[in-house]
């Protein structure tokens, strides 16, 4: 069974500019969050999407969205882009049912900008 | 809110030694609580998790996790590190109660493995 993919698995942007990063998940799971990760903060929650609908959403700017298609792939956008929002962001999938229930990660998106 | 807390962001063991991350917790009722192994230049993996039962947990790889309700902790251990044992090793929690799959991490711990 294939993991989750996410891609491109690198991309250099400079400021002022937008970036779609798409993740697809394990075939099955219905369940797609999004993560942040930077050497200062962590990894942080942005959003986890399920059935297409936002379930849960963490403490970023309106510039951070997502969305989530039928085939249950999703893609994160970040507008006007800053120079802080330099990161590895990664995507994780969920199979539902169960409070033990595993999020499996892709390979992350490192996003350097510049 | 729940927060994880990791006790030490850098860990030097010697190879065969034993290698221990700390993680503590705080939530009112006992979380859900998973440790993840992320090796460089890649996402994060599953070493184990505390349901419900057992409060002594094993995972891959060798490590174990136990479960301790009184100490609000779940400390990671291996009694013999080994070099492909260095990574950075995160300790995240989902509430018990909580709708959707979010996850909270600690700050991690970064393992260093010398020969």
């Known amino acids: 069974k294939a993991g989750v993919t996410q891609t491109p698995r690198y991309l250099i942007k400079t400021r002022g500019q937008q970036v779609t990063l798409s993740c697809s998940p394990i075939?099955?799971?219905?369940?797609v969050s999004w993560y942040q990760q930077t050497p200062g903060q962590g990894l942080q929650f942005l959003f986890e999407?399920?059935?297409?609908?936002?379930?849960n959403k963490g403490n970023f700017p309106g510039r951070f969205s997502g969305r989530q298609f039928s085939n249950s792939r999703s893609e994160m956008n970040v507008s006007t882009l800053e120079l802080g929002d330099s990161a590895l962001y990664l995507c994780?999938?969920?199979?539902?049912?169960?409070?033990?229930?595993?999020?499996?990660f892709g390979p992350g998106t490192r996003l350097t900008v510049l | 809110a729940q927060s994880v807390t990791q006790l030490g962001s850098h860990v030097s063991v010697s190879e065969g030694a034993l290698v221990l991350l700390r993680c503590n917790y705080s939530s009112s009722v006992p979380p859900y609580l998973f440790w993840y192994v992320q090796y460089p230049n890649q996402g994060l993996q599953l070493l184990l998790k505390y349901t419900t039962g057992a409060t002594l947990v094993k995972g891959i790889n060798g490590f174990e996790a136990e479960f301790k309700k009184s100490e609000t902790s779940f400390h990671l251990t291996k009694p013999s590190a080994h070099m492909s044992d260095a990574a950075e090793y995160f300790c995240a929690v989902r509430g018990f109660r909580a709708a959707g799959n979010k996850l909270t991490f600690g700050g991690g711990t970064r393992v260093l493995v010398k020969p």
């Open positions: 075939s099955g799971h219905r369940s």
């Open positions: 999407y399920f059935s297409e609908t936002q379930r």
């Open positions: 994780a999938s969920t199979l539902e049912g169960g409070g033990g229930r595993e999020q499996f």
